[in-house]
């Protein structure tokens, strides 16, 4: 049973996030020839204050890209 766990900020429309669910599932049944009713996609939103790469959160870097 295959399982497909995607870590992504918040922020993404329910149509972004139904279109990564079904391509996800789609590439795991043609890449391992799995069968379609036992693909697992875990989608985790973490909001962009608690994500951060150096010390600086998602937020910041977005917040300070903005204001140049």
Request: proline share 6%; no cysteine; glycine share 2%.
């Amino acid at each position: 049973m295959p399982l497909v766990d995607v870590t992504i900020t918040q922020g993404r429309s329910p149509e972004q996030l139904r279109a990564l669910i079904h391509r996800l599932h789609a590439a795991v049944v043609e890449t391992v020839d799995a069968k379609p009713e036992f693909v697992r996609v875990i989608v985790r939103e973490v909001p962009r204050t608690h994500w951060a790469t150096g010390d600086v959160t998602v937020e910041e870097m977005l917040e300070k890209k903005e204001s140049r």
